[in-house]
């Protein structure tokens, strides 16, 4: 499950922002709040950036074993798998049983109709036992919610259908 107090506490627990920040210690990731600092106001959450390529080159240095312990790689990687949250997205047009290490990021609507973020990255299993890597912003839409998931789940479905189809 996805839970922003849980997030919070962890990210005191490890020492605050800047320390995430700084481990993580590059230009194409800012971290300057925490969840319940991104829901102040509505530009808040903008403090917060990445990039789609930065969040792949991140996981290939997770699923490589380069980030974290082995034991804490494998226990995020079984937890990424298990998620229930945002199973319309990366997940949402493969194949059934496809094995999907992946993390949601989710913005509210403001009350012009305009949701800040909808999006997944995530390790995509194919049927030869390798792997892909695949991050999917949809930022500052106007999409209804269920539609920008579907995009992120067509996008990863002609991904898939690229690599399984060779």
């Given at each position: 499950?996805?839970?922003?107090?849980?997030?919070?506490?962890?990210?005191?627990?490890?020492?605050?922002?800047?320390?995430?920040?700084?481990?993580?210690?590059?230009?194409?990731?800012?971290?300057?709040?925490?969840?319940?600092?991104?829901?102040?106001?509505?530009?808040?959450?903008?403090?917060n950036?990445?990039?789609?390529?930065f969040?792949?080159?991140?996981?290939?240095?997770?699923?490589?074993?380069?980030?974290?312990?082995?034991?804490?790689?494998?226990?995020?990687?079984?937890?990424m798998?298990?998620?229930?949250?945002?199973?319309?997205?990366?997940?949402?047009?493969?194949?059934?049983?496809?094995?999907?290490?992946?993390?949601?990021?989710?913005?509210?609507?403001?009350?012009?109709?305009?949701?800040?973020a909808?999006?997944d990255?995530?390790?995509?299993?194919?049927?030869?036992?390798?792997?892909?890597?695949?991050?999917?912003?949809?930022?500052?839409?106007?999409?209804?919610?269920?539609?920008?998931?579907?995009?992120?789940?067509?996008?990863?479905?002609?991904?898939w259908?690229?690599?399984?189809?060779?």
């Open positions: 499950m996805s839970d922003n107090n849980l997030c919070d506490i962890l990210i005191r627990l490890v020492g605050g922002i800047k320390t995430v920040d700084d481990f993580i210690g590059n230009s194409d990731f800012i971290i300057k709040n925490d969840e319940e600092g991104m829901h102040q106001n509505w530009d808040a959450q903008f403090l950036t990445t990039t789609p390529n969040s792949n080159q991140l996981l290939k240095r997770f699923l490589k074993k380069k980030l974290l312990t082995k034991k804490s790689t494998k226990f995020l990687y079984k937890t798998v298990a998620t229930s949250v945002g199973q319309n997205r990366i997940k949402g047009k493969l194949p059934t049983k496809t094995e999907v290490a992946h993390r949601t990021g989710s913005s509210f609507t403001n009350d012009e109709g305009l949701t800040g909808i999006n990255i995530g390790i995509v299993k194919l049927p030869n036992g390798k792997y892909f890597i695949i991050s999917v912003f949809v930022h500052n839409t106007t999409e209804k919610f269920k539609d920008g998931e579907e995009i992120i789940a067509d996008i990863t479905k002609v991904v259908d690229y690599y399984t189809k060779k």
